[in-house]
């Protein structure tokens, strides 16, 4: 599949890159960015996802996160795709920030009209990684994931409906009870329908109460003064509760004075990389 090549700056002795591809799950042309540390011109190096927010596209987290220098350093590829389908001429795509357009909320629709292009799920999990491990200097069986916000709760549900696919998730304010929250309601109902039993396939919480036992260790970190937390959208109380139950390892960070933005992420990113590379390098 042709891959095309929209920009490449070097940092920290890597290279950050954004390409264009016609992507076959979601009918549509799509953007990913892509650093490559300088261990890739030698060698397969090991791959660590993002998912973005919200509104967010590829470009926010190579602009905001400052990852480069801890990614450089432990040679770790890592690749951030966009949000959501773009211009896909669906009637009430770009009418509201948190469905559509820059929210496709990581799952595989099936309600028409999102269901011929709304397949963020099916992309994130499979498209995108084969199309990563052809095109560059990746080791496939070396692959880790992780995400902010919606992101986060899309890391969350790509590594429990995988075990074993990912050698590590962590995520930052995650949505990780979306059955439960504004967001995850509005989202849900009108990509997958109304029947709330088949939510449950994309809610984190739900899904690690019949994980079943495959050795992941989960890194959380959360703003204690983020306004979604006080809004009841994030949760995180509720899945700390089930992994607790099912003895799932998580370790949940509460930081005091930060809030749900790019701020409170870079502040903590350095330790995610690091996270992730003691698993992918081990």
């Known amino acids: 599949m042709a891959l095309k090549q929209i920009s490449s700056n070097k940092c920290f002795g890597g ?6 591809h016609d992507s076959v799950e979601l009918n549509c042309k799509m953007k990913f960015a892509v650093y490559l540390p300088p261990k890739a011109e030698t060698g397969k190096c090991p791959a660590l996802y993002w998912l973005s927010g919200l509104t967010c596209t590829e470009q926010n987290f190579i602009s905001k996160a400052g990852y480069h220098q801890a990614a450089s350093e432990h040679g770790l590829v890592v690749i951030a795709p966009d949000t959501s389908p773009r211009g896909c001429n669906i009637k009430g795509e770009d009418e509201s920030w948190d469905f559509g357009t820059g929210a496709g909320f990581y799952v595989d629709a099936t309600e028409d009209p999102w269901k011929t292009n709304y397949r963020m799920y099916s992309y994130v ?34 590594a429990l409906k995988n075990p074993g696919k990912y050698k590590s998730v962590s995520a930052f304010a995650p949505i990780c009870n979306p059955v439960l929250c504004p967001w995850g309601k509005k989202a849900f109902s009108g990509y997958l329908g109304t029947d709330q039993s088949k939510w449950k396939a994309y809610d984190a919480t739900h899904l690690v109460k019949s994980y079943p036992g495959s050795q992941l260790d989960i890194l959380i970190d959360q703003g204690k003064d983020d306004q979604f937390l006080s809004d009841g959208q994030l949760l995180p109380d509720n899945f700390i509760a089930a992994c607790t ?11 005091e004075g930060y809030d749900h933005s790019y701020y409170f992420i870079a502040t903590f990113i350095t330790d995610h990389i690091r996270h992730h590379a003691k698993y992918l390098n081990a």
Request: charged share 20%; glycine share 8%; hydrophobic share 40%.
């Open 15 to 20: 290279l950050q890159k954004v390409f264009e």
């Open 125 to 158: 999990t499979e498209e995108l990684p084969q199309l990563i491990n052809a095109n560059f200097p990746v080791d496939p069986q070396r692959m880790s994931i992780f995400g902010h916000s919606m992101g986060g709760h899309g890391a969350l549900i790509c």
């Open 245 to 255: 139950e099912k003895k799932v390892p998580v370790v949940f960070r509460l930081q």
